[in-house]
């Protein structure tokens, strides 16, 4: 295939400059959408659809039929992996989802092989829907990082993290075991994805906020190098974003230290800061404000434009800063596609 | 008094490389003390004490019997503004700040000018502890930034600023109104503390996080170079510290914008990016995380040491990176300020 027949977003993560970003949305699928409610509501529960690469690949594609997004990201959860390993995991309604207590690491280090064989019907998700979905099209597979999932695994469910990050200092040596044991089957699980159809692969640390620097260095710069050398040495040369959300000026740290194509910015990243990554080699994703696509009107506008001329000439992947918000109107969401696509 | 007399604190804000950074913590007052938690238990409500010069000065200065702090800072709150301008506040147990309903502008801006008069016991507790503190010993006021202080009067109450950040994208007009009102009644309550013996001023942006570069800029670096101009333009002339906390990477922004003396940095921040604001002119203070100081033990003595050894040596502060938590042991407390100061 010759590079300009190349799905857009995969020439991005290239580093190449296009006359226009490639645009997707992280939770472009989900909650925002009238037809993700309607299904779920006859799915039941939440890790059933999951787990059904039916009902998953549906829902990975719902929102390519009503946007022109660049890219479909498989429709999963960050917290498939510790239930992989062996810790109990459930989604009670309006609450989030709940872990139950840690399973011990030496358990866990024996689930590690397997856990690649419980989820093989992302695998499937992913195969059914590189198979649905138009060749100009890509697809993108993703697991958590370490830290984030940790912090779910040490907590038991959503928190503000103090709990982990308070582990992080008190038990240095069993997070490291900890956050090994993630890295082993992170990218066991990313390798495999990648097998069965995922163009580019993700990792999303979503929690990265409040850590000091050398903390930092230790639960996420290791742990993303290590992932991204792993899924390298399998032989997997798909483009890897790593997404570092709330490092703040740390993300300079982690992109001149971790091996990825692209770096996620949040919505707090400086223009010039992103203009320096791209600079440094690096492409970069992301940054508008899930508040503001929310909210709509002319300032939306005037800061898709922003981004789009500040950015826009280096390689730029358009995307948001954090997930689409579930009451975020359909409307706000075409404005910034069209806007971004002139589609 | 020569530049050696002076307190530790005020040289290092004017810039001076000192044998060791004056120290002091954020929240150093108040609930991790056990003689403040008895004395509230006495005193009823927490706006009674903050409004009680004689109650709020003891407060003020118990941590300085016990700790060998090199600064003072007066138990107050960042929401007495706010209350001043008319806007209910109560302190409901265990659940943090709750304020009424939003007043009319027309209404808070007619009443800014009694709103000093309002705040006239902080300038006694400030007097108090003057005449009490030893003079080697510093005394800091301080007051809420302005857009922290709107988060609270807009969501009344604690929470994510979403839905602050949410109306500072939809109504940009209002809010720069509701913050031009703070900077007028803010500017007012410093300039007041300084004639009532603050030898340094503190602006507070505790919720910093979050706000894409350009909403920071109008809600957060605006608001600050005001105040610290109208404080100016009033005759008073005392080190003013702004600390943004959560600006991640736009602190750099805010520390080469806002005319302050010093930036306060969070315990994110990366130990290069504070070498540059050093060698920008800035003093800079912090930023120790509080979780560490809580937890102890040998990496609570490593991180004080990284922190003196790279940041020692530029006009520094040491601080932590947020206030002291209320179960941090008096015992970690004491351990890193004697490493600080060998007393």
Redesign the interface.
């Given at each position: 295939m010759s590079s300009s027949a190349q799905p857009l977003l995969l020439r991005a993560l290239a580093g190449e400059t296009l006359p226009r970003p490639p645009v997707w949305f992280m939770r472009q699928a989900g909650r925002s959408l009238p037809e993700y409610r309607a299904l779920r509501e006859t799915a039941g529960d939440f890790l059933t659809m999951c787990f059904n690469p039916e009902m998953a690949a549906e829902i990975t594609l719902q929102p390519m039929r009503r946007f022109p997004f660049d890219a479909a990201i498989v429709f999963a959860d960050i917290l498939l992996i510790p239930q992989a390993l062996g810790q109990d995991l459930w989604f009670a309604a309006g609450e989030g989802p709940r872990l139950g207590p840690l399973p011990a690491l030496a358990s866990m280090r024996g689930e590690i092989e397997a856990s690649t064989g419980r989820l093989a019907s992302i695998g499937e998700t992913l195969s059914r829907v590189r198979a649905a979905l138009e060749p100009e099209r890509a697809l993108i597979g993703f697991a958590g990082a370490p830290w984030t999932v940790a912090t779910y695994m040490i907590e038991g469910r959503s928190s503000d993290r103090?709990g982990a990050?308070?582990y992080a200092?008190?038990h240095?040596a069993e997070l490291d075991q900890l956050l090994d044991i993630l890295v082993e089957a992170t990218s066991r699980y990313l390798v495999m994805q990648a097998g069965a159809g995922a163009q580019a692969l993700k990792i999303f640390e979503s929690w990265a906020?409040?850590?000091?620097?050398?903390?930092?260095e230790r639960v996420v710069i290791g742990p993303h190098t290590r992932i991204v050398e792993q899924v390298r040495a399998a032989g997997v040369d798909v483009p890897i974003i790593g997404f570092p959300r709330?490092?703040?000026?740390?993300?300079?740290?982690y992109a001149e230290k971790v091996p990825v194509n692209a770096v996620g910015l949040?919505?707090?990243?400086?223009?010039a800061?992103g203009q320096r990554l791209q600079k440094g080699g690096k492409t970069i994703q992301g940054?508008l404000?899930n508040?503001?696509l929310?909210?709509g009107?002319p300032?939306?506008d005037r800061?898709v434009d922003?981004l789009l001329e500040s950015w826009g000439r280096g390689p730029y992947v358009f995307n948001l800063?954090h997930g689409v918000l579930p009451d975020t109107p359909i409307a706000h969401i075409e404005q910034v596609v069209r806007r971004v696509t002139g589609k």
């Open positions: 103090s990050r308070t200092h008190q240095p906020e409040q850590l000091p620097e050398d903390v930092f709330g490092a703040g000026a740390l993300v300079e740290n949040d919505a707090q990243a400086p223009i800061l940054a404000d508040l503001l929310r909210a009107g300032a939306l800061r922003q800063g």
